[in-house]
């Protein structure tokens, strides 16, 4: 199968990918990822190019591919989400799981995915809801993978391998939280 990993960060990835092998490995089926960076979300823009940087490092050094599109999106994002900051996520979800989606079907990927996943941290039956729906719109398929067991054990070979590791979620308004709590 032929999947395109939408992913957040490097440490996600490492427990994203450990719950995709354990699927191939336990249906007996090739998976060729692709991981695809998109994610206008992230501020500052030092954190954006800082989770970029380590993302890059880790796919070179792993032999992993990489789709970059790189578009910092302050302006676009909190244009966006200013009016309803309670359903922040909501539009952070929905705009980079369509974006892959899109990205998927038009590259005839078999599949697409979000390493977001694999975060106890997310909203997770909405990430799940949102990539179904985009993946009815864009006539493919949305891979379904509940990586969440593998978060602890990906944060902790992150650790290992020294990579950058974000201290929020992304957006400057979960930063924010970050600072308040």
């Known amino acids: 199968m032929k999947l395109l990993l939408h992913v957040c960060c ?3 990835l490492i427990g994203t990918k450990l719950a ?3 699927y ?14 998109y994610n206008p979300n992230i501020h500052p823009y030092t954190e954006y190019k800082s989770r970029l940087k380590a993302l890059e490092e880790y796919t070179l050094k792993n032999n992993i591919k990489l789709i970059i599109r790189d578009e910092y999106g302050l302006i676009e994002f909190t244009k966006n989400v200013i009016d309803d900051l309670q359903n922040k996520c909501g539009y952070c979800y929905s705009s980079r799981i369509e974006k892959t989606a899109e990205y998927a079907a038009d590259d005839k990927f078999d599949a697409f995915s979000t ?11 909405h990430l799940k809801e949102t990539g179904e729906r985009y993946a009815i719109i864009y006539n493919t398929r949305f891979f379904y993978c509940d990586a969440r067991p593998f978060f602890r054990e990906g944060q902790k070979s992150a650790r290992e391998y020294g990579i950058y590791m974000q201290k929020y979620c992304g957006c400057i308004f979960s930063e924010q939280e970050r600072y308040l709590k």
């Open 10 to 12: 490097a440490p996600c």
């Open 20 to 22: 995709i092998d354990k």
């Open 24 to 37: 191939a490995e336990t249906q007996n089926i090739d998976i060729d990822l692709t991981c695809y960076w």
């Open 115 to 125: 390493s977001l996943l694999v975060s106890p941290y997310q909203k997770h039956e």
